[in-house]
């Protein structure tokens, strides 16, 4: 059986899967930076046909984790950490717009679906508290803790929709530095040992909720850009 991130896939190809399985291959290193790449090997690799891979590589290109250098040709990107920060920074920047123009735009609906969804995540974090002081990081603590990610992530989706402005939207999702994917394999791997700033950031997003309800667009755009800062900070480890 062949080892590593490209091995032949087992279930159903799909393109997602495919995705997943690519863009796990570039974090392993089994595809390495600058690496050139085609639709046929891969294909080869996973043990499916191209079609589901040329549909996987179409959307890392959108997220710069693969880029064109021919009209037929790819490689695996590879980024100086100056153009990574840069990234990051752009990301943060219209994160905070965002917020900004939520607080603008929101209407009550969809201010309290904000508020019952924080509140689903904190019987969630109350639980996982509990557990810790119990059992410590364990496989039950990791699962109710990607819960609550996933809870976080559709958070910040949901205040982006309450901009109601597709393009705006559009252009925040290009211009992110990870994929919720590796948001979400990054926080796990990281939270056992900074639990304390993983919890600060997660109260966060109750200050931006309050800043949000009291109508404070200046408030909520910056507690955006301090929350979207820091977490990108700590995932990327710079």
């Known amino acids: 059986m062949v080892k590593g991130s490209l091995g032949p896939m087992e279930t159903a190809s799909l393109a997602d899967q495919a995705y997943r399985r690519l863009r796990d291959a570039v ?10 790449i085609t639709e046929r090997d891969l294909a080869a690799r996973l043990g499916i046909s191209p079609t589901p891979v040329r549909e996987a590589l179409r959307q890392l290109v959108l997220e710069r984790i693969v880029e064109r250098s021919g009209p037929r040709s790819l490689r ?16 943060v920047r219209m994160s905070a717009l ?6 603008r735009r929101a209407t009550a609906a969809q201010l309290t679906e ?3 969804l ?6 969630l974090v109350a639980g996982i508290e509990e557990s810790l002081a119990e059992q410590g990081f364990s496989g039950p603590v990791a699962e109710r803790l ?15 929709a309450c901009v109601d402005n597709p393009v705006l939207q559009g252009l925040l999702r290009q211009a992110r530095a990870f994929s919720d994917e590796e948001r ?23 200050e931006l909720l309050d800043a949000m309800l009291d109508r404070d667009e200046d408030r ?19």
């Not at 609550?148 to 559709?154: D, T």
């Not at 394999?185 to 304390?196: H, M, S």
Request: glycine share 4%; hydrophobic share 40%.
């Open 76 to 91: 695996v990107a590879d980024h100086s950490a100056t153009t990574r920060r840069e990234v990051m920074e752009a990301e």
């Open 114 to 116: 904000l508020v019952g």
């Open 146 to 160: 990607t819960e609550v990610f996933q809870l976080m992530r559709e958070f910040h989706h949901r205040v982006e």
């Open 98 to 103: 965002m917020a900004r123009l939520a607080v």
């Open 220 to 238: 909520a755009e910056q507690l955006a850009l301090d929350h979207h800062r820091a977490a990108l900070t700590e995932l990327a480890g710079l």
């Open 27 to 36: 974090q392993d290193g089994d595809l390495r930076a600058g690496e050139k």
């Open 184 to 206: 979400r394999d990054l926080t796990i791997r990281l939270a056992p040992a900074r639990a304390a700033s993983f919890r600060s950031r997660y109260h966060e997003h109750r």
């Open 118 to 123: 924080l509140d689903r995540a904190d019987q």
